[in-house]
């Protein structure tokens, strides 16, 4: 099967979520082969997992004094400042995939192309351990001490869990996972330098010190000693998915409808408070699909 490669450049918040859902759309009918796309963000967003409750996890007053805007993710998981990073996005319908639809499944399907991506930079990034529960995605303790609660609170990036990916123990690349019947979805940040660690100062109900990010992650311009340029890194992950997957990878733009599409949800969902800021809506509290994240 020939998968669609997007480089999508960079973006709001509220037009980048919009297109990994408009990609979901395209993919469940079969208007569009699965997808892997890459983009980036502008402004500097602080993402929030689909469950989180914004009044309660975020500092709104600091965000609004510093211009960091907010946006809800489709996916699980917990906050995220997308700063210098580059995002990448698979998403695909549960035939499309070699591998079991479950989360452990397709998490390490996308982890062996982010690892030889990674190597082919010049990183040399790993798989956290992977030992098999069951499908399911185990999050262990970063040294730091923290408790459960504490890491129940913390962001993305204070944790890592099974099948992410890190460099010498700390952690590169966060993500997050949604699966439905017919479609799934992951995403994740993959740090190009150390800006994500200013999330210490969005976020509340957390015992994190300023710096525990900077000890318990690190980014590509840390480990080479330079900056990598975000094209340079979405060509080799472009054609580690083609060598990894066996399987061409085909550049192809957003067409008009899904272009409609996105416009749509941003009006309708990612652009407007009723989503972002709510503390649970009938959908977060009805829907049994999984979304899972790191």
């Known amino acids: 099967m020939t998968w669609r490669f997007l480089d999508t450049g960079s973006h709001d918040g509220p037009f980048n979520m919009a297109v990994d859902e408009a990609l979901v759309d395209a993919c469940r009918v079969g208007n569009?082969?699965?997808?892997?796309?890459?983009?980036?963000?502008?402004?500097?967003?602080?993402?929030?997992?689909?469950?989180?409750?914004?009044?309660?996890?975020?500092?709104?007053?600091?965000?609004?004094?510093?211009g960091v805007p907010?946006?809800?993710?489709?996916?699980g998981g917990r906050a995220v400042l997308h700063a210098d990073e580059l995002t990448y996005s698979v998403i695909a319908r549960p035939g499309d995939v070699p591998v079991p639809a479950t989360v452990g499944s397709l998490y390490r399907?996308?982890?062996?192309?982010?690892?030889?991506?990674?190597?082919?930079?010049g990183i040399p990034a790993t798989i956290w351990p992977p030992q098999s529960?069951?499908?399911?995605?185990?999050?262990?303790?970063?040294?730091?001490?923290?408790?459960g609660e504490t890491l129940r609170r913390s962001p993305c990036f204070a944790t890592v869990s099974q099948y992410e990916i890190c460099v010498d123990g700390k952690k590169l690349v966060g993500s997050a996972q949604r699966i439905w019947s017919d479609a799934m979805l992951q995403h994740g940040s993959i740090l190009l330098g150390p800006a994500h660690c200013r999330i210490e100062a969005y976020l509340r109900g957390t015992a994190?010190?300023?710096?525990?990010?900077?000890?318990?992650?690190?980014?590509?311009?840390?480990?080479?000693g330079e900056r990598i340029e975000?094209?340079?890194?979405?060509?080799?992950?472009?054609?580690?998915?083609?060598h990894i997957w066996k399987t061409p990878v085909e550049e192809k733009a957003l067409t008009r409808r899904e272009l409609e599409a996105v416009r749509n949800l941003v009006d309708a969902k990612y652009g407007i408070d009723a989503w972002t800021l709510q503390k649970g809506s009938?959908?977060?509290k009805t829907d049994a699909s999984g979304a899972h994240g790191h």
């Open 133 to 147: 529960d069951g499908g399911r995605v185990r999050r262990v303790k970063s040294s730091g001490g923290a408790g």
């Open 282 to 284: 009938p959908e977060m």
């Open 208 to 224: 994190l010190t300023s710096g525990t990010l900077a000890m318990r992650t690190t980014s590509i311009s840390e480990v080479l």
């Open 109 to 121: 399907f996308v982890a062996d192309v982010l690892v030889a991506a990674l190597r082919s930079v």
């Open 32 to 66: 569009s082969p699965p997808v892997f796309r890459v983009y980036r963000w502008e402004p500097w967003t602080l993402s929030l997992g689909r469950m989180e409750d914004a009044e309660r996890r975020v500092d709104l007053a600091a965000c609004r004094t510093d």
């Open 70 to 75: 907010i946006v809800r993710r489709p996916t």
């Open 230 to 242: 975000p094209h340079v890194l979405a060509r080799s992950l472009r054609d580690a998915a083609s």
